[in-house]
């Protein structure tokens, strides 16, 4: 656990946060929930994840870490200059918020993540079947594009 490995309390002091996220990548290893294998800017999803928490559980001890860790993380892997996406994705906030409900095995995490992936995508692809549509294999446009795209139409 980050906060037990590096002594932080609670009440989450920057510096010390800092020096933890230092440590941490001068140890050889990568600060867990930040950067993206696509995005090259916070992930929609933390930001959406943030906003809820901000809301809903804005004294929560995680909820701080995480907080102050999107203040500080970012500066500290620029700094280091190894990362193309310096930003926080999903998998940094969402644990946070598990926990905070009642879901504190961690383990699960990632299972839950695969089975809400798999359901979103499921019934489009029944439909597709269904009516004997093609398999497809889209690829990643943004909003811009498609609203230039069917502006007109």
Not at 31 to 57: E, M, S, W
Not at 85 to 99: E, K
Not at 108 to 128: E, M, Q
């Amino acid at each position: 656990d980050f906060k037990e490995k590096y002594a932080i309390g609670d009440d989450v002091d920057h510096g010390d946060l800092e020096k933890a996220c230092w440590d941490t990548l001068n140890s050889g290893q990568v600060i867990p929930g930040f950067g993206h294998a696509v995005l090259r800017k916070t992930d929609p999803r933390y930001t959406c994840q943030r906003n809820f928490a901000l809301k809903h559980l804005p004294d929560d001890p995680m909820f701080k870490l995480v907080s102050a860790l999107y203040e500080v993380a970012p500066k500290v892997l620029t700094e280091q200059g190894k990362t193309k996406n310096p930003w926080p994705n999903v998998d940094s906030h969402s644990g946070v918020l598990l926990t905070h409900y009642g879901l504190t095995e961690s383990n699960f995490y990632t299972v839950l993540f695969g089975a809400s992936r798999a359901l979103g995508v499921l019934p489009s692809l029944v439909w597709d079947r269904a009516l004997g549509f093609p398999i497809e294999r889209p690829k990643s446009m943004t909003s811009e594009w498609i609203e230039q795209q069917f502006a007109n139409k």
